[in-house]
């Protein structure tokens, strides 16, 4: 059984920085990835992150902008989200999620999901 626990959540003022962690336990395989999603009040889920957890290989969401950026520790099977530059449409629960059919970053479609950290931006 796979388990994917976010942390790091909170509330932050317009233009601050906030580092979201998920620790992940389980068997995932020899190749896959993990990535981030986020769901803002009234809106669907969308992709927001993902890595190839063996290359390191990244892909992101084209509305960041260079403000975000995703990192994994393979020893500690922690996998992080670094937010900068936060504005308040970036206020949503985010999801850690794992998918353990395919590495590429770019193709991915989790299969496991954690129960979501809110991220608040607001002065």
């Known amino acids: 059984q796979v388990q994917l626990v976010e942390s790091g959540g909170g509330l932050v003022q317009p233009g601050g920085s906030l580092r979201l962690s998920c620790a992940a336990s389980g068997r995932l395989g020899s190749a896959y990835a993990m990535g981030w999603y986020r769901q803002a009040p009234g809106k669907e889920r969308e992709f927001v992150a993902s890595?190839?957890?063996?290359?390191?290989?990244?892909h992101y969401a084209s509305f960041l902008k260079g403000r975000f950026t995703i990192s994994r520790d393979s020893a500690k099977n922690i996998l992080y989200l670094q937010m900068n530059a936060l504005e308040p449409e970036d206020t949503a629960v985010y999801y850690c999620?794992?998918?353990?059919?395919?590495?590429?970053?770019?193709?991915?479609?989790?299969?496991?999901w954690g129960q979501g950290t809110q991220v608040t931006v607001s002065s």
């Open positions: 890595i190839d957890w063996g290359s390191g290989g990244t």
């Open positions: 999620a794992a998918d353990r059919y395919t590495p590429r970053p770019d193709l991915f479609r989790p299969n496991y």
